[in-house]
């Protein structure tokens, strides 16, 4: 079924340690069987039973990955985003008993149903733009079922819409409200509990913590991320995001797949990220929404050799942003990407920074995730705000968008 020759494409393969501009090929044709790219070459003749789509000289890029997001979230913080215009900053409307607690209460009290439905509609945002990957944090519930319930929905929005989806169990995202406990017992709970059966039942891919002031603590997260190790699932860090807590050095430690944020990594430990191999994800959109100054140390991460992802971080408190191309076009605006570095952070670099090596790239071997483009130019992407949308998406050889 998922037999396909597309015809006549420019292909931005965006293939890492190309030497051209987004990877350029001369190639213009790429055969597609079982969901996978088999060729790349000229004049390649269909075979029978091939769907041939005739690009008509468009371009053809890899299908986007969305490496960071809370897309699984009850209820609506517009309150909140009001008093932030007036003045109150996010720490403190945390302290409030608001900011994620609030939307903690909300996604408790919202059924798998009605979550499903409103996850839908954003997940719908992403991919019209030509996301086929996208991650999925829990750290909604911050109690068993409803963590579940966050991770079921994520589910179920890859099978409606025929997409990748990746989870991420985000227990250790906020002390839940009215725990009974303190944080340290939650931390009991989340690591002797919840990661060993996540791990077990098979319902996330990786365990990520909100390590920070506002968070957990450097060495309640050690815990977590010992916890993950043990239970076999690799790890990610939101660290560095309003302070710098060493959280980045620490999930290095753990061979991170990457450390999200990091507006505040000092650039003396931006080796520790080239050793380890994790990628550095940068999040401009939480950075616009805060209002923050502090810029992430990109020139020190490109120099270090640092491979950098951007994702949307969409969430209802500090980036309700459902478009991936908003966030690449800001990452190259106010963190200084190249527009290259920025189609690199949401292809190839984006998968990386999820642990997969099969994605991001159009090359023989890789899924067949590609979408097809009327535009002037890969840069057209990051140039132009709101300017473009693929005709043609295809994830895993399947026509979805
Ligand atoms: O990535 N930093 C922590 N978590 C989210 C914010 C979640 C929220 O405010 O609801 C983030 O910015
Ligand atoms: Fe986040």
């Not at 909300?106 to 945002?125: F, G, V």
């Not at 303190?182 to 909100?210: G, L, S, T």
């Not at 990386?352 to 023989?364: C, K, Q, V």
Request: aromatic share 6%.
């Amino acid at each position: 079924m998922n037999n396909l020759l597309i015809r006549n494409a420019r292909i931005a393969s965006m293939q890492r340690g190309s030497k051209s501009p987004f990877g350029l090929l001369e190639d213009t044709d790429i055969r597609v069987a079982d969901g996978i790219i088999q060729e790349i070459g000229s004049d390649l003749r269909a075979k029978p039973n091939d769907t041939v789509l005739e690009a008509n000289g468009h371009w053809c890029l890899p299908g986007f990955v969305d490496c960071h997001t809370h897309l699984v979230y009850g209820g609506d913080r517009s309150e909140e985003f009001r008093q932030r215009l007036d003045g109150v900053s996010y720490e403190e409307i945390s302290r409030q008993g608001g900011g994620i607690k609030s939307t903690v209460r909300a996604t408790r009290s919202t059924s798998a149903k009605a979550l499903t439905i409103q996850t839908l509609r954003r997940a719908r945002r992403l991919l019209e733009e030509g996301v086929t990957t996208l991650e999925i944090k829990s750290g909604y519930g911050l109690d068993e079922d409803t963590e579940l319930k966050m991770l079921e929905v994520a589910d179920v929005v890859a099978d409606t819409l025929d997409i990748s989806v990746i989870k991420t169990f985000l227990g250790a995202h906020s002390m839940p409200p009215d725990a009974g406990m303190n944080a340290d017992e939650y931390i009991d709970f989340v690591c002797q509990v919840m990661i060993p059966k996540v791990a077990k039942e098979k319902r996330a891919d990786a365990v990520d913590v909100f390590c920070e002031t506002v968070g957990f603590s450097l060495e309640q997260t050690r815990r977590v991320f010992e916890a993950a190790r043990d239970a076999g699932l690799p790890v990610k860090g939101h660290v560095e995001q309003l302070s710098d807590s060493k959280g980045a050095v620490l999930a290095c430690e753990f061979n991170a797949l990457s450390v999200e944020h990091i507006e505040y990594l000092q650039e003396s430990d931006v080796a520790t990220l080239a050793t380890a191999g994790t990628v550095a994800v940068l999040l401009p959109g939480a950075y616009y929404y805060l209002k923050e100054t502090q810029k992430p140390p990109v020139k020190a991460l490109r120099e270090a050799g640092v491979d950098m992802a951007v994702a949307t971080d969409m969430n209802p408190g500090t980036s309700p942003i459902a478009s991936l191309l908003t966030c690449a076009n800001m990452a190259s605006l106010f963190f200084g990407l190249t527009v290259e570095e920025a189609l690199k952070g949401i292809t190839v670099n984006g998968a990386r920074a999820l642990g997969l090596e099969d994605r991001g790239e159009i090359a023989p071997g890789k899924r067949a995730d590609l979408t097809l483009w009327d535009m002037p130019s890969p840069a057209s992407l990051i140039y132009e705000l709101n300017g473009y949308r693929p005709h043609t998406v295809i994830a895993g050889g399947k026509h979805v968008a």
